[in-house]
């Protein structure tokens, strides 16, 4: 045989070869989609690549056997062949994208679906809960007044119940309120120093149940800060919550410092750290750092998804950085003054916090 058709067999077998391949991925693409994605228009592509193949093959069985004079019509059939799997391709393509557009639309009203009816089913759950909470701090009025011990400790019990099922019902809200985008930020000029002595009361009852020391440090000449009070105290409440909750016999401390136009909130603890994995799901709804830290720390899961979210949205970030058995570093940061537009909760990640920040865990 000549070189000439040795070259021409072996590009042949190449591209049957190529083809072949194609062949195997467009079978495991019909084995995987099932009935579903079009699957005409899959079996047809992949009939018509079969005999694609076919022709490759007889093609180089005409060239091994001379038979030139044959071989004009049987590469225009193959060239036909080839068109038609091209727009068999292109069909596919387009009805597999539309059917993922569909799916994707489809997915997005449920999950809409889904949060509101959490919204409304959390609103719902509320006024009974407000009212068990506030006939019970009657009743323990009264119990008391009348030196009642054993009654005034039950309905505690009762009252911190309800208490804590609503702390639960209003974190669910604010979830599926970040999720639908109702949630309505009002700006305004903040009382730094009233609402940090807020926060740190909201706190303090869990700072002394672990044990803990807590330190507060202001930068001097701090810029004035517009922002949504309500919302700040929210998200400093869920910093400090945090590192308390992780943070037994150690410490706990809060910096604001300012950089540039923006204001630092830096939560700095001492507790149990995590590791990389367990930092890479921590802001993850309804997940904490490990199973183990769920079952022992209890909660939600939500209060860091929910903190970070309401910072982007008022136009700053949270960022970490830790370490296992030295505590960790969160960091709230926040512009001075609103931004013109609202941005999205879920933006682009931010920085880690600098050298300095790591050094102090």
Known sequence: MEPQELLTVGLILAGAGVLGL???????????????????????LLICQICCLLGYLVVCGLVLLRHTALL???????????AGCLWLMVQVSVATIAELQAARSAAEALNTTRTTLLANLSHELRTPLNLI???SA????????HGAAKTSGDLRRISGAGVHVLSLLDTILDHAKLEVGRIELHPAPVALHALLDAVIA???????LHHNRFALSLAPNLPPLVADTLRLRQILSIMLTNACTFTEDGSVSLRVTADQSELLFTVVDTGIGMNREQQARLFRPFVQATSHTMRHYKGTGLGLTIARALA???GGDITMFSAPGRGSVFTLWLPVAPLAAAPSP???ERAAPSAVARESV
């Open 133 to 135: 909470i506030g006939y």
């Open 202 to 208: 909201d706190v303090r009852p869990l700072i002394d």
């Open 346 to 348: 879920f933006p682009h």
């Open 22 to 44: 194609t062949i195997g991925g467009t079978a495991r693409m019909l084995r995987r989609l099932g009935v579903r994605g079009s699957p005409r228009l899959w079996h047809g």
């Open 138 to 145: 009657v009743l323990l009025g009264e119990a008391e007044a």
């Open 72 to 82: 004009p019509p049987v590469v225009g059939v193959i060239l036909g062949g080839e």
């Open 312 to 314: 982007r949205l008022m």
